[in-house]
């Protein structure tokens, strides 16, 4: 089964940016579309980006829309989430995830792999 490791968190001020990392191992990645979620404390995990397996379609929740840019490099089979113009309410654990089986690319119920999180913090 692949791993996923994100990485790149971090305690930011309002209006920084950050790029987070998530590093496949174990297999590749490379032919399965890749999300993004978030979960804020007290708050159900929710949507973020999401990426077709070829890189070519891209989406995105409306909170982050024009802020965020998800991406891919296959050959290192690794996605990305830069983060621009980051704002006190997109404090979360960020979690990458992996669908194997198709279905929406917006509910945590079409993934099926995981990465544990990382932390992003973004002070006022």
């Known amino acids: 089964q692949v791993q996923l490791v994100e990485s790149g968190g971090g305690l930011v001020q309002a209006g920084d940016f950050l790029r987070l990392s998530c590093a496949a191992s174990g297999g590749t990645i490379r032919n399965l579309p890749m999300g993004w979620f978030r979960q804020a404390p007290g708050k159900e995990r929710e949507f973020v980006a999401a990426?077709?397996?070829?890189?070519?379609?891209?989406y995105y929740a409306d909170s982050v829309k024009g802020r965020f840019t998800i991406s891919r490099d296959n050959a290192k089979n690794t996605v990305y989430l830069q983060m621009n113009s980051l704002k006190r309410e997109d404090t979360a654990v960020y979690y990458c995830?992996?669908?194997?089986?198709?279905?929406?690319?917006?509910?945590?119920?079409?993934?099926?792999?995981w990465g544990q999180g990382t932390q992003v913090t973004v002070s006022p």
């Open positions: 990426l077709s397996w070829s890189g070519s379609n891209t």
């Open positions: 995830a992996a669908q194997t089986s198709g279905g929406s690319y917006r509910y945590t119920r079409n993934y099926d792999w």
